[in-house]
Nanobody, 112 residues
Framework: QVQLVESGGGLVQAGGSLRLSCATS?????????GAWYRQAPGKQRELVAS???????NYADFVKGRFSISRDNAKNTMDLQMNNLKPEDTAVYYC?????WGQGTQVTVSS
């Protein structure tokens, strides 16, 4: 069973930044396949935030373009999400996904 663990969530004021990280102790290489970050706000469906292909190509949801950046740290075997200029509407539980596997989520709360 592949386990993914997110970290880096927390409470931040609007305009602030957070960096989320997704790691695994399951022995898989996160760089080997497409990975993605999703989020789910209370009462809403889970939505794709950003994805990164095995070759490094990236895609972003329109609502985070120019503010968020997805990347990998191959030395650490992590997938990261740099979130800048955070807005209250970014408040959600953020999940990392690798192939079919999901992490447990990390809470991001942005205060106005």
């Amino acid at each position: 069973q592949v386990q993914l663990v997110e970290s880096g969530g927390g409470l931040v004021q609007a305009g602030g930044s957070l960096r989320l990280s997704c790691a695994t102790s399951s022995g898989i290489l996160l760089s080997a396949n497409t990975g993605a970050w999703y989020r789910q706000a209370p009462g809403k469906q889970r939505e794709l935030v950003a994805s990164i292909g095995s070759g490094g190509s990236t895609n972003y949801a329109d609502f985070v373009k120019g503010r968020f950046s997805i990347s990998r740290d191959n030395a650490k075997n992590t997938m990261d999400l740099q979130m800048n200029n955070l807005k209250p509407e970014d408040t959600a539980v953020y999940y990392c996904k690798h192939v079919i596997y999901w992490g447990q989520g990390t809470q991001v709360t942005v205060s106005s």
